[in-house]
Each structure stands twice: as structure tokens, then as C-alpha cells.
């Protein structure tokens, strides 16, 4: 939360403005008063990992639709979530090396179960 009151100077430097959140969370940590303040900062962390938007959950609702076909009546839901965690999380599959997911894969056991 913003105070109303602050203006910066025009030299004025990081340790000028006003404290974030995640600034104290690091500061409690580093000097121990995330135990005494327990409550506090379990507040803290909390708003910390709140989303800012849903647009994250939308997305990958809106993956389920792409993913889901004729096929998805066959597979098994632990595969439909795998697929639709792939689908939705592209960009870290893209910074991934390929290499080491196919040698991972190909060291487990495939086959349907008859």
C-alpha cells in the first residue's frame, strides 16, 4: 500500500522509496522476525503468491477445450492433465532442452496394458 504523502525528489535514490512487500518478507527472513511475526508473515507470503489477474487460470481452462477431441474419451485423465499442462505452460517446454525429455521418456516402459 501506497502512502498518499510521498513524493520522491527528483535525486532521489532505491533507498529513498517506500518499502514493498516482498522487501519486508526478505527483511524478516534475513533477521529472523518471520517467527515472531508469524501471522504477519504468513499474511505477507499469502498476498505475495495471490495472482494480480486470472488470466493464468483462464488460459489453461481455455487449453482443456483444445486438448479435449474424440481422443480424450480414450485416455486416461492423468494423460489429459499431463497434456494440458504441456499445452499451457509452452513457454517453459520451449526453454527446455528436447534432448533430455525424449532420453527420460524413452528410459520408461511403454506399451498398453492388455
Known amino acids: 500500500m ?7 525528489s527528483e ?3 532505491a533507498s529513498d522509496q ?3 512487500l516482498q522487501n519486508i518478507t526478505s527483511k524478516m527472513v534475513a533477521l529472523g522476525h518471520s517467527a515472531v511475526y508469524r501471522n504477519f508473515y504468513a499474511l505477507a507470503v499469502f498476498l ?7 488470466a493464468s487460470c483462464e488460459r489453461a481452462h481455455s487449453k482443456v477445450d483444445l486438448v479435449k477431441s474424440a481422443v480424450r474419451a480414450s485416455m ?3 494423460r489429459l492433465e499431463n ?10 517446454l520451449d526453454s527446455m ?3 533430455g525429455v525424449v532420453n527420460k521418456f524413452a528410459l520408461h516402459k511403454r506399451g ?3
Not at 505475495?48 to 486470472?54: E, K
Not at 497434456?83 to 517453459?92: C, H, P, R
Open 11 to 13: 535525486d532521489a535514490t
Open 97 to 99: 532442452k528436447m534432448s
Open 112 to 114: 498398453l496394458p492388455l
Open 76 to 78: 486416461g485423465s492423468e
Open 48 to 54: 505475495l503468491t495471490l495472482p494480480v489477474t486470472s
Open 83 to 92: 497434456l494440458v499442462l504441456i499445452s499451457a505452460e509452452k513457454s517453459v
Open 2 to 8: 501506497k502512502n498518499k504523502d510521498y513524493k520522491p
Open 18 to 20: 517506500p518499502p514493498t
